[in-house]
């Protein structure tokens, strides 16, 4: 049997899930055709490696990802210290969607459209939003 098969065949039927066979074979594609930084990125606290003093065991971030009750928050550090992979892996560890924009070419437009989509998420299938915004120093004042 094929992998498509074998993937077919385990994807639940329309309406026993909130999967179905086109939004997983979606997901598998993006997944093989991102680049490889973004399949190598680790995605639980356990493979995520530094920031110890932050996300260690015991520390009040680390507990507050795991009981899902987060405050808003900025990380901040310089590139490559783990910002962004953080906030994947709090959204992933806390089931909430991951929206995640550049200040350097959204615009507060892009904003009020992801807000509203977390709003409609929330509302629909009770999903919380986490938005990451890189570079928020750069956005315009006005």
């Keep these: 049997m094929t992998n498509d098969r074998q993937k077919r065949k385990k994807t639940p039927a329309a309406g026993a899930g909130t999967t179905d066979l086109?939004?997983?074979q979606t997901e598998d594609l993006q997944r093989r055709q991102s680049p490889l930084a973004a399949?190598?990125?680790?995605?639980?606290?356990?493979e995520f490696v530094g920031q110890e003093h932050i996300v260690g065991d015991g520390?009040?971030?680390?507990k507050a990802i795991e009981s899902?009750?987060?405050?808003?928050?900025?990380?901040?550090?310089?590139?490559?210290s783990g910002k962004t992979t953080l906030a994947?892996?709090?959204?992933?560890?806390?089931?909430?969607h991951f929206?995640?924009?550049?200040a350097v070419t959204a615009g507060?437009?892009?904003?009020?459209?992801?807000?509203?989509?977390?709003?409609?998420?929330?509302?629909l299938y009770g999903k919380k939003t986490i938005l990451f915004i890189d570079e928020i120093h750069r956005f315009n004042k006005a």
Excluded: K
């Design 88 to 96: 994947y892996i709090i959204a992933h560890s806390t089931d909430s």
């Design 108 to 123: 507060v437009a892009d904003l009020r459209i992801i807000i509203e989509e977390a709003r409609e998420r929330r509302a």
């Design 59 to 62: 520390r009040v971030l680390r």
């Design 39 to 46: 399949r190598m990125r680790p995605s639980t606290l356990a």
């Design 99 to 102: 929206a995640s924009v550049s």
């Design 68 to 80: 899902g009750q987060l405050p808003s928050m900025i990380l901040w550090g310089p590139p490559g």
């Design 22 to 24: 086109f939004s997983t």
